[in-house]
């Protein structure tokens, strides 16, 4: 994120004349403040930041960031954001996509945005609907639920985004909620520090038509035993008095209680390591199953590794070091010519 | 011993066989030595779509059709004087193209019964041993034993000698055609540096065919085809995705931008993405995305970005891309997007060419999307097409579809290349916040006298705005639902592509009157055949004219008035007739069609006898 010398912007700064126009009560308007803080708090030029959205409830987001934006077509903004980061490397750029964004119609592209590793910061906002087209399941949505297109319940298995994202490789992956600004705030913070594609998955709420989704990780009185919140260099604990813990039993995490454990004996978090990543996105239980593993929040997961837009700079600056400055006349003259008088 | 040498004008030869047989670096080679030597020359390579098809089969035969002559021709031309034939299927799969009195040379090993019965002859038949060639000279020459021979002590394994077998039938065509051998040594010597026992074979094999024609008694005339009496300058060899892409480059260079080449594989496209990424030194970024539509997305990201975004792909790509070339139109966005075009529908024939996406060019959207549609007529004119489409996408702010297809895109010809110096330069339509800001608000939809709204890019300062798919107001460009705004956009937008047909040159006649009989108009690769059948017509004292169309949307403003001046209007494409429907329904001139969907282009007498059947009525 490039940074200004000039005047300190704020959170109104970043917001445009245009209304707002999501639903009352949707979990976006959380998001877009935090967004708008965080970067003003990091002191960004507007015109040197970036937007790119795709097709959904919260591609709009563009719309209300005063910086430059593009709402897009259906699952492509992965796509559009590479073209740009490759011939622009300075920019801050952005991505807004959704559930079904992300994850049925684009993912094809976000998978191989996450292998290339361009210097992107992906949010996928996780409300488990299609909000826009008004109330059918998506790829999130877990198996059985009953929506307008699934009157006697959806057959799918659901995708486990972040499980997903490991598997494609990327090098920043993390999650998230709408109802805790202060952790967004932080991950935002940490995905734009991150050198290289950022998947930040947000859990949402759409108050209309899957209302609840994620109460039970958001509501205050489940919150505590149903979550974790990851701290580098620090164990997994959770519960109303922190008086669980997460222990490696072999490669099979296992609650246990702090009072039979002490903390040294916990998994210690260490976002470095891949394999304990791989097990973070596989906490994956329904919360509502017997003895299920809370579910993971922080950044699961990160790795320094070269960027795209950076290798492909390096083959050009490499091309101009062997062949010198491109020379029109010698190209359009090729190899071999000859002459006729 | 003692050979004559006749003159001829005019020569095509036809260099086939099995798809591993190296035909098409013959007839390469072959070219570019006549090309040199300063014939004119036109070349058509005709090969199946499977890398490796079945050996021995006809579904498995590469040609390469070659044409070099002393005088002007604009065609690999119809029938073929010599053939070489390396097995029994070419021959069976080309005999029809061959002219009456033609030459086949035979390679008589690719004739035995397993090559026989491969190629389907009947039980027994062998067109070698029976009458059914007797209207053709036959040379046979048993090219695998003569290549093993002369390489016998080369150390090298039966494989490697073998590859060496086309070498000896180039080595006898340089000498039946009195070709220096020196353009191929130097290319062998090139290409071989690092495995000298190869090159060593393949030099070796090749003096041995030319030394076959000099000592074999029963070759008694050799064929001179002199240079021809092209206009006077430097020349090079130029194939048409070739021309493209590096039109594309001198382009972004012209326009002082970057270029950003987003692509996916696939044929006939594939060779600009090769070609460009081959320019680095340019700053060319190529980038071989996931999908088509992902290739499209990221070149509307580098246009957004301020870069030169530029797209390819042929028929079935192009309609993957269709949404989002629906986005470009409505960003109002400088994009190139450009199809080589293939037999269709579906995946169709993707080595064959056909001009059968012309109108999903112009309306393969939803919505009332237009752009503007351009085509080059040749290999030589893809580059100067490419740049044009350049411009016309960064001076007007708008989408352009550059249609090429199979034919000019492998297709090669002689090119008086231009000096970089005398390419105009392209002028983009970049944003000045001091000009353009009123009250500190930037409102990226106002336009100027020619309805192009400018480009604000990312990193100018105070023009932040933000864009997208969804409808927007005319000014502002924020959202709109507005029933009157949206009508106005729609039509605006079709203004504004409409427009440029003020800034592209006016529609010429390229050959014969102003006025006549009967107008032959084409369009794309047509441009060849039609430009030989009209001279020939002209010559015989009919009163026929040529137009080639390079601006198919907007069409040049003239073009409705030139089709007046004609009786009759001819139009032949390889297609089932698209261009021919736009032309009728736009102006008051009911042409005529002529239409050819077999993958193959048009001969010049296919296109002059509908043309004498007309003249006739």
Known sequence: MSTTDTQQLTAKDLATDQDVRWCPGCGDYSILKQMQSTLAEAGIKKEDTVFVSGIGCSSR???????????????RATAIASGLKATRPELSVWVITGDGDALSIGGNHLIHALRRNFDVNILLFNNEIYGLTKGQYSPTSPKGQVTKSTPMGSLDHPFNPLALAMGAEATFIARSMDRDPKHMRAILQAADAHKGTSLIEIYQNCNVFNDGAFEVFTDKSTKPKHTIFLEEGEPLTFGDEREFGIRMNGMKPEVVQLKDFSKEDLWIHDS??????????????????????????????REERYLYEDAMQGQIDRAKEIKGEGDLDQLIRGGHTWKVA | MSSVTEKKDDVIILFAGDSGDGMQLTG????????????????????????????????????????????DIFTPGDEVEVMVAMNAAALKANLDQLKVGGTIIANTDGFDKKNLRLAKYDEEANPLLDESLDKFRVIEMDV??????TLVDSGLGTKDIDRCKNMYVLGFLYWMYNRSLANTEEFIKEKFAKKP??????????????????????????YEVKSANLPSGEYRSIMGNQGTALGLIVAAQKAGLNLFYGSYPITPASDILHELARHKEFGVKTFQAEDEIAAICASIGASYGGTLGVTASSGPGIALKGEAIGLAVMLELPLLIINVQRGGPSTGLPTKTEQSDLLQAMHGRNGEAPLVVIAPCSPSDCFETAIEAARISLEHMVPVMYLSDGFIANGSEPWRFPSAADIKP??????NAEKELENGVYYPYRRDENLVRSWATPGMKDLQHRVGGLEKDFETGNVSYDPENHERMVRIRKEKVEKIAEHIPEQAIGQGEEKGELLILGWGSTYGAIRTAVRELITEGHAVSHAQVRYLSPFPKNLGELLQRFDQVLIPEINDGQLIQLINA?????????NKIKGMPFTSREIKEKAKELLAK
């Open chain 2, 197 to 222: 026992e190869i090159r060593d074979a393949n030099l070796k094999v090749l003096k041995a065919g030319y030394y076959f024609g000099d000592t074999n008694e029963t070759f008694t005339t050799r």
């Open chain 1, 272 to 301: 470095k390591d891949m394999g304990k990543a791989l097990i973070l996105t596989r906490m994956f239980d329904d919360p509502r199953k017997e003895n299920a593993l809370p579910r993971p929040f922080g950044v699961f997961y």
């Open chain 2, 426 to 431: 392209i002028h983009p339509r970049f944003a």
């Open chain 1, 61 to 75: 987001f563009p719309y209300y960031m005063d910086t430059y934006g593009m709402h897009s077509i259906h699952g």
């Open chain 2, 144 to 149: 695998t034993k003569i290549t093993r021979q």
């Open chain 2, 28 to 71: 390469s080679l072959f070219t570019n030595t006549s090309a040199q030597f300063g014939n004119d020359i036109s070349t058509f390579p005709n090969f199946p779509a499977e890398i490796r098809a079945p050996q021995g089969t006809v579904a498995g035969v590469s040609g390469f059709k070659l044409r070099f002559a002393s005088i």
């Open chain 2, 586 to 594: 736009r102006y008051d001139k009911r042409a005529l069609p002529l």
